[in-house]
DNA sequence: GTTTAGCACTCGACGTAACTGAGTGCTAAC
DNA sequence: GTTAGCACTCAGTTACGTCGAGTGCTAAAC
């Protein structure tokens, strides 16, 4: 069952010349761009092994032949891994980085980096908030029953919310509120905050109740408001491959790209780990296209909190590129975010 | 020059078929549908003139034909009048209508209205934030040397903008100044309370010149940062049209989407009276491509302020029911932003 | 003078058939 | 185990004929 030396061989070389040229690859083509020095029929032979083992499959009877799923899967996970760490050094990454004082608008330059090195699409997620530290909240009165509730986050990261009330609390009962949040909270996450509020509120119930509870949950995030925002940079780079050529597939893609929600909490839902990892084709069936993989990373932003960036591009990527970038982007934004200082210094 | 009354009538019909089948129009067509009584050799000869003045043309030789957007501009300018008033009451759209609590909330909503009952694209830019009434600021301090502003509108729009300083001024400086513009300036739009205050300043020069004109300078916004933003909804429905079917066009359109920021401000600059204005075709260049109409109006927002909205689709639009839709809409949109009780206690 | 019928003509769309070439599988020889 | 040779397959392209929608023009009818 296992694949031999010389077996992986051809397979990787069958995957790098599809990955280049979107065509099947024959067995004559294989002789001249690889240095086996083997015949087209030896190739033939192995390639028929290859096939009934499912890593490759033929269009027609006629053709030459293309990876399947499981072989790009077997490529990232165990031909790809001397490669990686030979990146192309983090200080030319970090040359072209251009982070901003605005931590959102930080966000989408890396996810404009990671499309414009990739050349396929950028994505970034931002990191949760009720998991950020707590730094500030702030109300402001909107109307009788409506209170905007302002949350600052140790990160730079600005939310705001609406909050309707049956009761209006005064200006100073607000400021009492804010006050006491503002002092004993800080650099906690709102999860922590949240809890040991609710722990407190059942032993001493005070006039607050209500309210307080209300600005909880509109800290913590509806279900109806997602949780976070996507950035998702350079769509355009996927239409140019041959794979979306045709008018259905481009218009699926299309459509893959308008439903942001379902995109960003499949790629939020996939990883919680540290380091790169690969979603490949039908594993990301819910995009509603089984032609399309995400390289997704982790990035740290402060000690607790972490987002998610990565690169979309079509099943055929050239992963041993895109997934040390991947790796490289998420470490530099994370620098970024958890020491701005250090960085910013270096950068201007 | 002009054209006769039975010639208007056959360009109509040419134009109405053409709208319906987006395939050239013949003369027998033409005679079967309409109610003229003309025989095809007739009809023939008239459109024979009315391609020679412009108003259609032919893909090729033997094919029926097709209106030119000079015949979208006349059937807009001269054959449309009568329709127009009959919409389809407003009682039935107000009814589709169901505007949140959040003002971008709403507009997104709008957006969607003008989506689904046009079955093209909506899309509605949000009022220029420096037009409208001011209602309060607030401060909050992000760090050393960086304060976010808060401004909220009378009509319940938000807008923070982080402020770099190089004096760090208390917080009760900071408090004080809040004070003083939120008691002073209620109601007046940004543009007024600038001008105010820079007169002020030249008279009495006092310690917070400079914070001052940064915190007003962030609620001006800066050239780099958009003054609105643009909501798009029902791309998707654009895709599905014939004159998108090949990949090449197609592309196109996704270019065009992509671009959001060069759609606001060909959107924004476009329009800046009452009532509905419709731009066809290569009248809106800019978007990169040259078979799209806009359908845009107006709404108001406040005494002061507008927003536009309005329809994207191909140049072959059925602008007989897009432009009242559009104007209702906008109506509607406008009624209730301005007096959001009144429509939210009908609504609700 | 306007309208209509008739007719020859044009030209894209569609379908069929033949050809090409890249690529395979198999068998036999090295 | 590897390679050379050969027959076979099949998508893609080209060439060609047919079809039909539609036109322009001319001459007759109203």
Chains 1, 2 share one sequence.
Do not use: W
């Amino acid at each position: 069952m296992e694949i031999t030396g010389r077996d992986q061989d051809i397979l990787r070389a069958t995957i790098l010349c599809y990955i280049k040229t979107a065509t099947p690859v024959g067995s004559r083509t294989l002789t001249k761009i690889s240095e086996l020095g083997l015949s087209p029929a030896t190739i033939r032979n192995v390639m028929a092994d290859l096939e009934e083992l499912g890593y490759l499959e033929q269009p027609h009877a006629s053709a030459g032949r293309v990876p399947t799923e499981k072989a790009y899967r077997f490529y990232v996970d165990h031909l790809l891994g001397p490669t990686l760490s030979a990146g192309e050094g983090d200080g030319l990454l970090a040359l072209r980085f251009t982070p901003s004082e605005d931590v959102t608008d930080t966000l989408q330059e890396a996810s404009r980096l990671l499309s414009l090195l990739s050349h396929y699409a950028g994505v970034v997620v931002t990191p949760r908030f009720s998991s950020q530290r707590f730094k500030r909240v702030e109300f402001v009165r909107l109307g009788e029953r409506q209170l905007l509730a302002i949350f600052v986050s140790e990160d730079g990261f600005i939310q705001h919310r609406r909050i309707e009330m049956d009761d209006a609390p005064s200006a100073n009962q607000l400021r009492q509120i804010a006050e006491e949040l503002n002092s004993r909270f800080r650099g906690q996450d709102l999860h922590a905050i949240r809890a040991t509020l609710v722990e407190e509120m059942r032993e001493h119930k005070h006039r607050y109740d209500q309210l307080m509870q209300q600005i909880l949950d509109a800290a913590q995030g509806s279900p109806t408001q997602p949780p976070g925002d996507l950035y998702v940079e350079g769509k355009t780079n996927i239409l140019d491959f041959p794979e979306f050529a045709e008018a259905e597939k481009m218009k699926a893609l299309f459509k893959t790209f308008e439903e942001k929600y379902m995109m960003m909490t499949l790629i939020e839902k996939s990883l919680d780990g540290d380091g790169v990892r690969v979603f490949i084709g039908s594993e990301n069936a819910a995009l509603g296209v089984n032609n399309l993989s995400l390289v997704l990373a982790n990035y740290r932003c402060g000690e607790h909190s972490y987002g998610t960036l990565g690169v979309l591009g079509p099943t055929r990527m050239e992963y041993d590129r895109v997934i040390p970038l991947v790796d490289q982007v998420a470490r530099l934004l994370g620098e970024f975010l958890t020491h701005p200082a250090r960085t910013d210094r270096a950068a201007g």
